[in-house]
């Protein structure tokens, strides 16, 4: 989901706020979100609906997943009700700029592009390509993997990133699919697997033997949250409540709940 194109939705956002079509109109749109949702005691939050554990729907047919678990920590925070808004990746982001929700909290990484158009949180869940193992493999950096076997799906980011890394030494087998990846570490055909944090959490979601505990990163992206441009009050509220939230443990908690992994230290 978070790696989907949206650029037609960014150039239609990028024209509005850049005066483009109609001038003050997304001014207008977001002037003092916050403000209105003091007001209005209801914060409006785009989440994802077929990405868990992030979000997807429940056997209720509710939404459910780590980004709802956040939405509602931040509406309590503020003393608001949320309203829950599912969004594709193509149209989280002009959800947002045209003033459709308050927040998005759908997996979002950040880079140059969507920087041009929206506004971040500091970091709020951990997205992340790693090495993962059963605590009876020692393997604490890449020079670990020396004389080891990991597993990767063949073109994957990790695979690519793994590569770049590893000596002639280390084994590296390559499977065509997660699926294949994921049966050659829980059978014991590789020691280790090189793979993403949600591919991994959703294999402790099974409670195997083998269990793919962290042993270090390959490549950290992680998730924020989106506001829209000039929201600085708004801002300052959800980075505030983000910053307690890890002091407190509250969003360790949602981390340890979705992605049956501790919050990592230096989110």
């Known amino acids: 989901m978070r790696f989907a194109t949206i650029l037609g939705a960014v150039g239609f956002a990028t024209a509005l706020l850049t005066g483009g079509l109609n001038g003050g109109l997304m001014a207008t749109a977001h002037a003092d979100a916050l403000e209105r949702i003091t007001k209005d005691k209801v914060l409006r939050v785009a989440v994802p609906q077929d990405f868990p554990p992030f979000g997807s729907v429940g056997t209720d047919m509710k939404p459910v997943g780590y980004d709802i678990d956040t939405a ?3 509406a309590k925070e503020m003393g608001a009700k949320v309203e829950l808004v599912p969004v594709t990746s193509a149209n989280r982001v002009p959800y947002l700029t045209t003033g459709k ?8 990484g950040k880079n140059a592009e969507r920087e041009k158009v929206i506004d971040f949180s500091v970091a709020y869940a951990p997205f992340f390509n790693g090495v993962f193992g059963p605590d009876s493999v020692k393997a604490e950096t890449v020079a670990d993997l020396d004389g080891k076997t990991v597993g990767v799906t063949r073109g994957s980011v990790e695979d690519i990133e793994l590569s770049k890394l590893v000596s002639d030494k280390v084994s590296v087998r390559r499977y065509e699919d997660n699926n294949g990846t994921i049966s050659a570490f829980l059978s014991g055909q590789v ?8 591919v991994a959490a ?3 979601e099974r409670k195997p033997p083998r ?3 962290l042993k270090f990163l390959v490549k950290n992206s992680p998730c924020f949250i989106g506001l829209g441009k000039d929201e600085g009050p708004l801002l300052e509220k959800v980075n505030a409540i983000l910053t307690k939230a890890k002091a407190d443990g509250s969003l360790a908690a949602i981390a340890e709940k979705w992605l049956h992994a501790p919050l990592p230290k230096d989110l």
């Open 101 to 108: 929700v308050d927040l998005i909290i759908s997996s979002l």
């Open 202 to 204: 959703a294999i402790m």
């Open 211 to 213: 269990l793919p505990n």
């Open 191 to 198: 020691e280790l697997v090189a793979t993403g944090n949600v």
């Open 72 to 74: 509602a920590l931040l």
